[in-house]
């Protein structure tokens, strides 16, 4: 009886040895251009996601972390928290688009209060008004 259960040990360890052989052979073997084409699938998507998330997540506010905003000339000239925040992004470059995006606002909306500050500020274009406001140290 103990020779059979040894035999029949011996005899199912056997098969598994070749059962992992003939899987391994088909995975690494056979399936190595597959294997390798989808690793670089997945790091090219997960390259590719990291990419458009930094391109398309910018910080809302950019300044160093010691300036704070003359709060008299913002007083002085009426500018609302609201419009101090649309004025920060028109200095970072945004588009009234994006600048509604980013507030959760209408374009419309950032129009007007674009509109309301180019007045308050005595400017004509977005440049001018950053300028302006930057050295009436509104902006850093």
Request: aromatic share 10%.
């Amino acid at each position: 009886m103990r020779k059979t259960i040894i035999l029949y040990g011996i005899s199912m360890a056997a098969l598994l040895i070749v059962l992992r052989f003939a899987e391994y052979h088909f995975l690494v073997l056979n399936l190595a251009e597959d294997l390798y084409i989808g690793f670089i699938a997945v790091l090219f998507t997960l390259f590719g996601t990291w990419v458009g998330w930094k391109l398309t997540h910018r910080p809302l506010l950019k300044h160093s972390p010691e300036f704070h905003p003359d709060v008299s000339a913002l007083d002085t000239l009426g500018i609302s928290k609201r419009e101090h925040e649309v004025l920060e992004l028109i200095a970072q470059g945004l588009t009234n688009d994006e600048i509604a995006e980013k507030l959760f606002l209408s374009p419309h909306t950032v129009k007007s209060h674009s509109s309301s500050l180019f007045q308050k500020l005595n400017a004509r274009r977005r440049t001018e008004a950053v300028k302006r406001a930057k050295e009436l140290r509104i902006l850093g």
